[in-house]
């Protein structure tokens, strides 16, 4: 199951077109209610697209009762409501995904054998399921109001956001809506939208899915148990590390782009994660909405920073590693959230004894230890098993060899290397999308400017890019975004 | 220029690029992936119906249903003897000995068989699109009346977006290739086995671009016939197929390209009999096959000059209709 997919045909070339069509004709009209209501029936349409009788009602669900809480809660704020609203999401997101990872961790401590339940996950549920504890704790701090149904409706299931985020609050996107010019077609916001989104398209298609190729099969050898060579595990994290940046920022950017059509701005979600040379910068840079969410939801009301230094450290590790099981039910998740909450209080004791002392590594090794560090952490991520992700560890600490007897990649190297060291050049000396497009990509604020003439050159890159991504998507099905899993 | 203007003609360059991107890109992957296919066999008529290579695989199915070779859907149309069967049709009829025949009486034929095992629902759909109207078709029927499409026929019929925006590919590769091996030889490789077709009269041109010339005798101990609930179906499909194609049963001949693997000659006698046809079964003797269950190219040459020669009283019956278009003064 995977919902329907930006980087598919059906839905660049009859949903996306129909649903811009119908609701700037209803716009057209004035009707903006009903184009609202179109909006979050198209996107509803969107979301359980393959399997419409099985999610639909547990979206539903949820969105009923997260709007009813929250106007409760408008109405008369109460902890208890508040709390009674976040635990009913949290066991919901629970039950279906953790509670094959519960049963199985307590089989595995006790003896005794808990049946797994052996739900299959609801695409998307980890996204508006926060989304809509956000919605719950902003209301209760008198930072969100919402009473019209089909408004809340509209802000759990936008289409661009629902499935991968970018994770918003209310106030930054349903006032949005309240703007008329939101509703008439605006062909300059159709046309950076339409940019954005093709570079987006492209980083996916062009860029994520061929650099797959090389590190699928290596970490397909290490889940069957096979051991692999150094090259190969190097190939392996490499291609990984950019195939993850390039998808995951790729869904972004056309999330980005598509709301941009219809006039509507998400907050950015990347801004060039691997330039970072700190894990605190690459937190900064990395899947920023959701690190806005830990940040303002978890980290801060665990007391921050404002408790003392030991107390922040617990804060830091608690939050990655919740951080990291909202990403799966699984210990490869618990351990990278693990490896980046111990990272990241390593550098911020660091970063005290660097400020007592005036002390500084030079950018570039800073910015290795950090692109080391985030790479290795990402095989646990990636990885099927604690077993295969061992083996991928140890074959890049060359513990197996330079290369094994069968290397998996064989006949592929230079082929491989290309891609590495192109990706790699990319991510690392190239401007990212939101700089490309002339917006600057440090704060979510900078979104609120006015929408900014991309130039022909533009025009003609993304029309390009764009072509190009389409003919790819023709010949070869479309893949799944990384991220459509958690 | 107004913001408005400036924001359409955007779209409008967007729009342009992006099938220019495209189309370069599409044509471009589909020329890297199967520049090795063989281009020897281009001609003025001929086509590239198959090659084993990474994207190109088979086109013949998509290219005659949708008329991709406008040659070939015309001569299909005008065609008054219509060859049918599967790959073994293709292997008999394709020869000289056919060609010389039909040439020397000014008779338009087509071979009109294909890969794949494909058989009547597939050669009745490919005849009713075609508008096709033989005065003769000539059946290789072991059991030829059968349910079922091949993978290529089915997605033909299917014609998906997918594969129509492949078969585009496939034809637009065909000019590209074949300007490039011919400018560039160096660069084709010729490694790929590839079928040609004629689009004047669908003879395959495949010993040589696809399999050697071989002679593997005929083993008739292995040869197996079909199980009799199958021959009452083939039967009842016959009927049908006959019935739709409307002919005077005199004019529809079933005959059995000889094989190892299939008793090709005693299944199309009995349906013969059964449909009430005319049929051909050459005797001839000290015949070989490529692979067992394809004429080679020196039997066909022989077997096919057989049955097209015991063809003329068919011919004579079902041509007479037929007089010399008179020329307009």
Known sequence: ?486 | MTVRSRGWTYLAVFAACALAGGFVLAVGQMTIDNIHCRSSGYGVDDFLAYCRSKRYGDYEHGALYYGLEPAARDNIRNAQVIFLGSSRTQAGFSSKAVRAYFGKRGIRFFVLGFGYGDASPFASAILRRSGASPKILVINADPFFMDGLSPPAQEALDGHFAFLWRLGLKFLFQRVHRALCYSAPFICSESEPSIFRSAHDGQWNWIGPYVAEKAVPFDRSAQKSIAPEELEKAKDLGEKFLREVGLDRRCVVLTGAPNSDLDSVGIAEQLAAALKTSSIFPPVDGLATLDGGHLNLTSAERWSGQVVEALSPVLADCLQDIRPRRRSQ
Not at chain 1, 135 to 143: I, P
Request: positive net charge.
């Open chain 1, 1 to 486: 199951m995977r919902g329907m997919l930006f980087n598919s045909a059906p839905f660049l070339f009859a949903f996306l077109p129909v649903v811009l069509l119908v609701f700037f004709l209803l716009g057209s009209c004035d009707y903006r209610t009903l184009a609202i209501g179109w909006l979050a029936v198209a996107s509803l349409a969107f979301y359980g697209w393959d399997d419409p009788f099985r999610l639909l009602p547990i979206i539903g669900f949820s969105i009923v009762f997260n709007f009813v809480i929250g106007w409760m809660i408008l109405r008369r704020p109460s902890r208890r409501l508040l709390a009674i609203g976040i635990c009913a999401d949290l066991l919901l997101l629970g039950y279906f995904k953790y509670a094959g990872f519960l049963a199985e961790m307590i089989t595995a401590a006790t003896g005794i054998v808990v049946p797994n339940p052996d739900v299959a996950l609801p695409i998307g549920i980890s996204f508006f399921t926060f989304t809509q504890i956000a919605f719950l704790v902003d209301a209760s701090r008198g930072e969100a109001r919402e009473y019209e149904p089909l408004h809340y409706m509209l802000f759990v299931t936008f289409f661009p956001h629902l499935i991968a985020g970018p994770i918003y609050h209310h106030k930054e996107i349903m006032p949005q809506f309240e703007r008329r010019e939101i509703y008439r077609l605006d062909i300059s916001s159709l046309s950076v939208g339409l940019t954005w989104f093709a570079i987006g398209l492209a980083k996916k298609v062009l860029l994520a899915d061929p650099v797959a190729q090389y590190g699928t099969p290596i970490f397909a050898a290490a889940a069957a148990g096979n051991q692999i060579g150094f090259v190969d595990g190097w190939i392996a994290v490499l291609s990984f590390t950019l195939q993850l940046y390039f998808d995951f920022s790729g869904y972004s950017d056309m999330a980005i782009g598509l709301a941009l059509m219809i006039g509507v701005r998400l907050p950015l979600n990347f801004n060039s994660p691997y330039k970072a040379t700190s894990l605190i910068d690459f937190w900064r840079r990395w899947h920023m909405t959701l690190s806005r969410f830990l940040r303002d939801y978890l980290y801060i009301p665990l007391g921050g920073n404002r408790k003392g230094p030991r107390r922040r450290h617990v804060n830091l590790m608690v939050t990655m590693l919740l951080g990291g099981l909202w990403h799966g039910a699984a210990w490869n998740f618990v351990i990278w959230g693990c490896i980046h909450g111990l990272g990241l209080v390593l550098n911020h004791g660091w970063r005290k004894v660097a400020e007592a002392r005036q002390l500084a590594i030079p950018y570039p090794l800073a910015w290795a230890i950090t692109f080391v560090f985030v790479m290795l952490a990402w095989v646990p991520f990636r990885a099927a098993n604690l077993q295969s992700t061992l083996i991928i560890w140890k074959s890049v600490a060359g513990m197996n060899g330079l290369l094994p007897a069968q290397s998996v990649v064989a006949g592929q190297l230079a082929g491989a290397a290309s891609w590495i060291a192109g990706l790699l050049a990319l991510a690392l000396f190239a401007p990212n999308t939101q700089q490309l497009m002339s917006y600057s990509g440090e704060t979510f604020d900078r979104l609120k400017e006015p929408i900014r003439w991309p130039g022909w050159k533009w025009a003609v890159a993304a029309g390009l890019l764009f072509g190009a991504s389409v003919v790819l998507i023709i010949a070869e099905r479309p893949t799944e975004f990384l991220y459509f899993r958690f």
